[in-house]
Structures are given as C-alpha cells and as structure tokens.
C-alpha cells in the first residue's frame, strides 16, 4: 500500500510569484485535506477535498486555491506569494471526510 | 469558540521516566480526538482516534486516554526514539466543518 507522496520536497520562489504543490493520496482514500505549519505552530487548516468538490476551507484568502482530480489526488496553489507563505505545507489523506488522516511528507516552501 | 491546548510545552525526559502529556479541548460536539507524533520536517505520523469518554487505546509504549474534557498520552518507560513532537486535534460535529483544531504540540526529548 502506498502512503500520501507530495512533491517537490523543497521550494523556493521569490515574493508575488505563483506556486503548485502537488500531492497523490493514499490508495482507497477519496478526501484530501490541506494544511500550512509554521515552524513551532500546530498545522493550520487550509481546506479540504472530497470527491473533487471542497468541503470545507479555513481563514485563508482566495489566493490559496485547490483542485483534486479523479484519481483523487490534489494540488494547491498559491498565487501573489506573500514572505508569511514561507512554511511547510502539508496534505492528507483519509477514507471519508471524518476518518483519521494520513500525512504526506510536506513540501517546505521558501519565499524570499 | 473551539480550542485545543497541550501542556506541556516542552519535556524532557531520562531513558526509563514515565510521563504523560496533556490535551484540553473546547469543542462544540466532539466527533474525534485524535493523536500524531510528529519528527523535525516531515508530516505527521498518526498514533490513536478517541471517540467517547472513557476509551483508552495501546501502541508499544504509548498509552491514550480520554475524558469529557482532555485527553493524557502516557509514555511507559520511553526510549530516546520517542523524542518527538506530540501532536493532538479535535474534529467536532457542530455544524458543516469537518477541519481538524490542533493544538501546538509538546516537544518530547528522552535522554538516554
């Protein structure tokens, strides 16, 4: 069985530059949940994918937008980036949109 | 408004010293609590669900317990590969939000 994969691993772009994060999900597992961790902080929730329609979103503006495919995987997108967008962000995966979630090894994104 | 805080921040800890750490939730309806363990840079590694007070689940030397009001993880004579940090969040049933409220975490070192 495999895990959650996200790529890339590192990232680093300049200030008002867009990015694409991309993540596959567990196999069986059709919700996506995204989130963004500031070093020493909980993870933030960003928003959450079921059945390729968003389920739920959380304090972000709508320059964090997202998309899931058929296969269920996902993307996250970050336009105008801002020095705060500098964090680890990661995606999970779980078999209905209230079952645990399993985690990806995040993408580490630096903005300069 | 729905809130998660772990205690302690911090903990350190001899090869051998048992200790258990603290999860306080205010949530509107719990639907899960739920436990991860979480290693510098990569995503979190999901440990337990709770559902209802009272249910205690099991791993290795990691024990999960919990109350109406807060949640204890209890380390049984922990080993320095334990060190980690310990993350906690709640999902609730209020409402159409299915995002998880995690706590800041309690960063765990054992000396051996």
């Known amino acids: 069985e495999t895990g959650v994969t996200q790529s890339p691993t590192h990232l680093i772009k300049t200030r008002g530059q867009q990015v694409t994060l991309r993540c596959s999900s567990q196999?069986?597992?059709?919700?996506v949940s995204w989130y963004q961790q500031a070093l020493g902080q909980g993870p933030q929730f960003i928003f959450q994918?079921?059945?390729?329609?968003?389920?739920g979103r959380g304090n972000f503006p709508p320059r964090f937008s997202g998309l899931q495919f058929p296969n269920y995987s996902s993307e996250l997108n970050v336009n105008a980036l801002e020095l705060d967008d500098s964090a680890l962000y990661l995606c999970a995966s779980s078999f209905n949109m209230w079952s645990e979630q399993f985690f990806g090894p995040g993408t580490r994104l630096t903005v300069l | 408004e729905d809130q998660v805080t772990q205690s302690p921040e911090a903990l350190r800890l001899q090869e051998g010293e048992s200790s258990s750490l603290n999860c306080s939730y205010t949530?509107?309806?719990?639907?899960?609590l739920f436990w991860y363990r979480q290693d510098p840079g990569k995503g979190p590694e999901f440990l337990f669900t709770?559902?209802?007070?009272?249910e205690e689940k099991e791993k290795e030397r990691l024990k999960a317990t919990l109350t109406k009001k807060e949640s204890f993880l209890h380390i049984t004579a922990p080993k320095p590969e334990d060190s980690a940090t310990y993350l906690c969040a709640v999902q609730a049933t209020a409402g159409n939000n299915r995002k998880l409220i995690w706590g800041l975490g309690t960063s765990l070192a054992v000396n051996p």
């Open positions: 994918y079921y059945r390729e329609e968003e389920n």
């Open positions: 949530v509107s309806g719990l639907r899960g």
């Open positions: 196999s069986g597992h059709n919700t």
């Open positions: 709770l559902y209802s007070a009272g």
